[in-house]
Antibody
């Protein structure tokens, strides 16, 4: 069974860069069949797709976030990461990592608050 | 533009059945979707992938009470024999070569 776990700081200052890591166990992120990505959920709101990547080098971002987001993979650690630059309070959300597919596997999520 | 539309809310009585709808644009009527459940205070849980012909692949441990069907650009999630723990938000999601989109979610209330 695949397991994903998000880690990173729970508090980020405005204008700083938010950095999160998703650690994967029970399977390799080097499998080109699958896509890995990030989703966020602002308080009281729905799910919002941030971006997706795979080991074949394909990376796509939500156009509304593209200028501030970077997703990268570290196959040696079986991890992938998310960076969001120039954060504001609007970036406060629970961030989920996921492996897309049937089935889709979700991490438990991590709350990141942007506040000074 | 790729998008999916869901009704904001639905309700049904304990033990009854409910059918939730996810609508694709007509230009994307052949697209598959996935359904996800989010119980209060929890993260999303994959329910199934649903194709345009109604065939679906469910996640491990998803009860037989959950089923999917399709008609044209509409994708449905039917939950039968409703239980209290089915009260949750239900999201559909679709994708294209370079984008993924979620619907706004349907909040299901079990009466």
């Amino acid at each position: 069974q695949l397991h994903l776990q998000e880690t990173g700081p729970g508090l980020v200052k405005p204008s700083a860069t938010l950095s999160l890591t998703c650690s994967v166990s029970g399977g390799s992120i080097n499998n080109k069949t699958y896509y890995w990505g990030w989703v966020r959920q602002s308080p009281g709101m729905g799910l919002g797709w941030i971006g997706t990547t795979n080991s074949g080098g394909n990376t796509d971002y939500n156009p509304s976030l593209k200028s501030r987001v970077t997703i990268s993979m570290d196959p040696s650690k079986n991890q992938f990461s998310l960076k969001v630059s120039s954060v504001t309070v609007a970036d406060t959300a629970v961030y989920y990592c996921a492996r897309w597919g049937a089935p889709t596997f979700w991490g438990p999520g991590i709350l990141v608050t942007v506040s000074s | 533009q790729l998008m999916v539309t869901q009704s904001p809310s639905a309700s049904a009585s304990l033990g009854a059945s409910v059918k939730l709808t996810c609508t694709l644009p007509s230009a994307h009527a052949a697209y598959a979707i996935t359904w996800h459940q989010q119980q209060p205070g929890k993260g999303p849980r994959f329910l199934m992938r649903l194709d345009s012909d109604g065939s679906h692949i469910k996640g491990d441990g998803i009860p037989d009470r959950f089923s999917g069907s399709s008609s044209g650009a509409e994708r449905y999630l039917t939950i039968s024999s409703l239980q209290a723990e089915d009260e949750a938000d239900y999201y559909c999601q679709t994708w294209d070569s370079d984008i993924r989109v979620f619907g706004g979610g349907t909040k299901l209330t079990v009466l």
